[in-house]
Structures are given as structure tokens and as C-alpha cells.
């Protein structure tokens, strides 16, 4: 059994994949599997995954229709067998020490989730810009810690993103955390959950990450698709408060959260019609009581 296992949905990335892949076959931490989704490309995708599933035994690779990225990590989820779980998305990379830097952090604090910096790459330019956003240090007391020890800012020290973490899969098991089959927004409901559900949780200060940016056909350059997709992943993640009795502890990290993202989603919407029906949905329907959420039945 493989130490680690890194998940990568990939779909029509044919530019971009070769990087990905050489980045994390070049890792200082060797022992892995490489669990390689093919979410239904119709370019060169499937040649690429299959030149290098050739080269190395370590790369495995399954089709699947298109179903979106949530489905295609679920996909990972259920082929996985290592101790512990990392996903990429197929247009980004890892430096070369991320594997061994987050698992030695991982492991030497008994934590079941470490989270590392990042930084964004945009494709357009080329050039690439400090993330000192995606992880908030402002709000920690310390480089380890329990979620309860920062229930005042659990949704704002980090992101909704799944690749710049590192996950006990034995978390993720006893948990029963999946992705949502939606067109976007699917990592706010499972990374959100998961950081709940961790015991401890520890930091890596460094940049191990690099995430491409202003890629045309991106998941985050089609939020307009499906525009409902950040209020049912919200509802998902409110429910699993309720279902553990979280949501007191949390209710004013997530509700903050919940406002500012939704008002991030709605106002870079770039069709303005779609725009002005999201603003009155978001004052009339997407701020309901918290009455409305009960927990459900043992």
C-alpha cells in the first residue's frame, strides 16, 4: 500500500497535463499512487494519460463520462489506498518537497489534515502573484490546533479548495465526507466538512502549490452555468453542522462567510441579467433562518 495517494480529475487539459503529472512524479516523497480521472476529454487527454500510465506503475487511469470534478474525486476517493490523500487539479502544480513537507508535518503532530500556502499563476501573463489570502495566519494562534480553538474564524483562515490539503484517509472514511455532483462550488461542500470532522489540523508556511488562473474553460470561469451550485453547497455544509450539533460554536464564521461568498459569486457574474436575478435571490432566499435547518433523525 502506497503512503500516499493523489487524486487528479482532469478533463480536456491536453496543454497543461504533462506539467501537472511531471510535478508530482518529480516529488522527494516517492511512495504514491497517482489516481488519474478522466472525466470524459475529448482532446489529447486520454494519449497523454496513457503514454504515462506506460512509463510509470504508479499512475493509474479511469474513464468515466463527464460527470464534473466532484463525481471524478469520488471516483479517486473509491480507488485509493493509501494512508493519506491528496487532490490536484490538472492545470496546476506541486513543488518538488510538497508530498514530503506535508506528511513529515502531518505525521510528526498526529494531525488528520495540514494545509500549505499557495500561489496563483496567471496564464494570460505569466506571471505569478503571492496568495497570503488562502491562508490566513492572522487568525491562528499557533501552527497546530483543534477547530474548536478557532470556531470564530474556522471559514475565513482558509479556503474552500481541496489541492493545498493533505487528509488522513482514514478521516475521510470514518467521516463519509464526498463531493456533491455539482457544477461548481463542489469543494466548499467537502473541504469545509472535513476541516469540521479533523481532531487536529496543522499549517505549512511554505509556498508548495502553484494554481493556474484565468484559464479559459475553467471550472471557476463557468460559475454562471449552474448559479445555484454555492447555495446548495452552503446548505450541505450548514446541514452537517446541525447534524453534529457544530452549528451554535460556528454560526458566526460560517454566516460571515456564507454572505461575503455569496456576494463574491453573484457580483463577478459576468452576465448581468443572470446578475440581477441572483442579487434578489441572495435578499430573498438565500439567507434564511436559521430555524429552517433542523438536524436530522438519528
Not at 506539467?19 to 497523454?48: F, K, N, R, Y
Not at 495540514?114 to 488562502?134: A, L, M, Q
Not at 452549528?247 to 446578475?275: C, R, V
Amino acid at each position: 500500500m502506497p503512503t500516499i495517494s493523489v487524486i487528479i480529475p482532469i478533463h480536456n487539459i491536453e496543454a497543461h497535463l504533462r506539467q501537472c503529472l511531471d510535478s508530482v512524479l518529480a516529488q522527494t516523497w516517492q511512495d504514491m499512487e497517482v489516481i488519474c480521472i478522466d472525466d470524459g476529454s475529448t482532446d489529447a487527454t486520454p494519449t497523454i494519460l496513457a503514454e504515462y500510465a506506460q512509463a510509470d506503475a504508479r499512475i493509474r487511469v479511469f474513464s468515466q463520462e463527464n460527470s464534473g470534478p466532484g463525481v471524478a474525486r469520488n471516483r479517486g476517493l473509491d480507488q485509493a489506498s493509501g494512508a493519506y490523500v491528496i487532490f490536484l487539479d490538472s492545470d496546476d502544480w506541486f513543488e518538488p518537497n510538497l508530498l514530503e513537507r506535508m506528511l513529515h508535518t502531518l505525521q510528526a503532530n498526529q494531525a488528520d489534515l495540514v494545509i500549505c500556502r499557495c500561489v496563483e499563476f496567471d496564464t494570460h501573463t505569466g506571471k505569478e502573484y503571492p496568495s497570503e489570502w488562502t491562508l490566513k495566519t492572522k487568525y491562528l494562534h499557533g501552527d497546530c490546533f483543534a477547530p474548536t480553538e478557532v470556531a470564530n474564524y474556522l471559514f475565513q483562515f482558509t479556503y474552500g479548495m481541496p489541492w493545498d490539503k493533505l487528509y488522513s484517509r482514514k478521516l475521510l472514511l470514518e467521516s463519509g465526507i464526498r463531493f456533491p455532483a455539482l457544477g461548481n462550488s463542489e469543494d466548499l461542500a467537502f473541504v469545509f466538512p472535513s476541516i469540521l470532522a479533523a481532531k487536529r489540523i496543522c499549517i505549512c508556511r511554505e509556498v508548495l502549490v502553484h494554481h493556474r488562473i484565468n484559464r479559459s474553460g475553467s471550472v471557476s470561469n463557468s460559475r454562471v452555468r449552474q448559479p445555484e451550485a454555492p447555495f446548495i453547497a452552503f446548505q450541505i455544509v450548514r446541514q452537517y453542522l446541525y447534524d453534529h450539533g457544530l452549528y451554535s460554536l460556528y454560526e458566526q464564521s460560517f454566516m460571515n462567510w456564507a454572505m461575503e461568498f455569496f456576494t463574491w459569486h453573484i457580483s463577478s457574474m459576468d452576465d448581468k441579467e443572470i446578475q440581477r436575478k441572483y442579487q434578489h435571490k441572495l435578499q430573498t432566499d438565500w439567507a434564511p433562518a436559521p430555524s429552517t435547518y433542523t438536524a436530522k433523525p438519528k
